[in-house]
């Protein structure tokens, strides 16, 4: 066991909003379980930059599809640091097939690697949570729970999975608080993919999609990083229950 000052775990972490929500979270003597699914060597260059910055990182592969890995996740991670205070759940993907093409074996993927994990993090992580120091839940949503028409593109499975995610972080919220445990959810906006990282969208249709973001930009990974940072500090022991849209305003 690595004995740290707080252990925070951060699903889909190794690239895009998860691994900057390590970097905004890294600090000396912080222990931050680096999750991924399959890119374990992007989850070892975000280790690399945690201990560099202070951090005790440790990395950890599953699919949270799986009934069993959320426990057996959480395990690990509290084995090692022998504490879990702090839960960023991040870890999905985007379905843009609507409905009608769209099949029910890929709507249940969307639920059972999104709404379903998070459901059974919360249940695995629950007797972490009324034992900890500033105890944290913060889920990663999206806007495209919110927003929908006016030439933005609709994602019905993915949609459907994290507004589920929204109500369970509410629900949650009101039966851990009296641990004082906060619960929120950060819903971004259109955010950047890293350097390198393949995108669906033509320059002309991502010309398109800007203007219909009154900040008139696509979001940095940084930004929405540093929304959970916050939800995730003392400053923010007040606040649970709540989505804070991080979205240049395009749910307006």
Not at 78 to 91: K, P
Not at 235 to 251: E, F, K, W
Request: glycine share 10%; net charge neutral.
């Amino acid at each position: 066991m690595t004995s740290v000052t707080r252990a925070i775990l951060v699903t889909g972490a190794s690239s895009g909003i998860g691994a900057a929500a390590c970097a905004a979270l890294t600090a000396s003597g912080v222990g931050i379980a680096i999750h991924a699914r399959k890119n374990m060597d992007g989850a070892q260059r975000i280790a690399q930059a945690v201990e560099q910055a202070g951090g005790v990182p440790m990395t950890v592969q599953c699919d949270l599809a799986q009934p069993d890995a959320a426990a057996r996740l959480v395990e690990e991670v509290g084995n090692r640091f022998g504490r879990l205070d702090v839960l960023v759940s991040n870890a999905g993907f985007a379905d843009r097939r609507p409905i009608g093409e769209i099949d029910r074996p890929g709507y249940d993927a969307s639920i059972a690697s999104m709404q379903n994990a998070f459901f059974d993090l919360l249940g695995a992580m629950r007797p972490w949570l009324e034992k900890a120091t500033h105890g944290r839940v913060v889920a990663v949503s999206s806007f495209v729970a919110h927003a929908m028409g006016r030439g933005l593109p609709i994602f019905p499975a993915t949609a459907a999975a994290k507004a589920g995610i929204e109500a369970m972080a509410r629900a949650f919220a009101v039966q851990i608080a009296p641990y004082g445990v906060t619960v929120n959810c950060v819903a971004p906006g259109f955010v950047e993919k890293d350097p390198g990282a393949h995108s669906a969208l033509t320059p002309g249709r991502r010309t398109e999609l800007e203007r219909m973001i009154p900040a008139g930009r696509f979001g940095k990974p940084t930004d929405i990083a540093a929304a959970i940072a916050f939800l995730c500090s003392p400053a923010a022991a007040y606040i649970t229950g709540q989505t804070l849209h991080v979205d240049g305003g395009v749910t307006l």
